[in-house]
T-cell receptor, first 115, second 115 residues
Framework: GAGVSQSPSNKVTEKGKDVELRCDPI?????LYWYRQSLGQGLEFLIY????????KSGLPSDRFSAERTGGSVSTLTIQRTQQEDSAVYLC?????????????FGPGTRLTVT | AQSVTQLGSHVSVSEGALVLLRCNYS??????LFWYVQYPNQGLQLLLK??????LVKGINGFEAEFKKSETSFHLTKPSAHMSDAAEYFC?????????????FGQGTRLTINP
């Protein structure tokens, strides 16, 4: 079946611009996660959504970052007023409910470059 | 808070030789532990997982890992390296939040296979 998809695959933006990154999880998966992968910080958790519960935003690095998940499916990560330190690969993952909830399936990522 | 330490950012072995990638974790509760592999320009793929069942866990592509509570370790091994094993490997520990499983990753180990 289809895996997690992310778009765009690459995004180059100028410092100060806003960007939106999209994630389409595996159909039926109830949990959705965003991670960031950068040279200096490695893989960091950003935010997760679980069903209809309020999202856990504890990993967001600043208030310039926000995310939403519409209809329990597609998610958008928005970065406002981008800075050069935001350059990274943004990875989305989803997981099913039940006993396999710990198995996260990752998308290919969006490589963001802020110039 | 939970943490993961991967010993060795780069490991190089000859084709056919034993692969050993080291991972130590810190957790105040029984952890769930994972190894992920990342090929160039791709997302993360789950290799194997430990979820408090058998301490010796077998995964895909001939990899296995052993959970040793006394050593707080979860080292990844493969008896005979193949050229296709060249990739970056990440060890991760789950940090449960209200039933979801936020992952905390190590810094990664880049595995090179010499012909």
């Amino acid at each position: 079946g289809a895996g997690v998809s992310q778009s765009p695959s690459n995004k180059v933006t100028e410092k100060g611009k806003d960007v939106e990154l999209r994630c389409d999880p595996i159909s039926g998966h109830t949990a959705l996660y965003w991670y960031r992968q950068s040279l200096g910080q490695g893989l960091e958790f950003l935010i997760y959504f679980q069903g209809n519960s309020a999202p856990d935003k504890s990993g967001l690095p600043s208030d310039r970052f926000s995310a939403e998940r519409t209809g329990g499916s597609v998610s958008t990560l928005t970065i406002q007023r981008t800075q050069q330190e935001d350059s990274a690969v943004y990875l989305c993952a989803s997981s099913p409910a039940g006993t396999a909830a710990y198995e996260q399936y990752f998308g290919p990522g969006t490589r963001l470059t802020v110039t | 808070a939970q943490s993961v330490t991967q010993l060795g950012s780069h490991v190089s072995v000859s084709e056919g030789a034993l692969v050993l990638l080291r991972c130590n974790y810190s957790s105040s509760v029984p952890p769930y532990l994972f190894w992920y592999v990342q090929y160039p320009n791709q997302g993360l793929q789950l290799l194997l997982k430990y979820t408090s069942a058998a301490t010796l866990v077998k995964g895909i592509n001939g990899f296995e890992a052993e959970f040793k509570k006394s050593e707080t370790s979860f080292h990844l091994t493969k008896p005979s390296a193949h050229m296709s094993d060249a990739a970056e490997y990440f060890c991760a520990v789950s940090e449960g939040i209200q039933g979801a499983q936020k992952l905390v990753f190590g810094q990664g180990t880049r595995l090179t296979i010499n012909p």
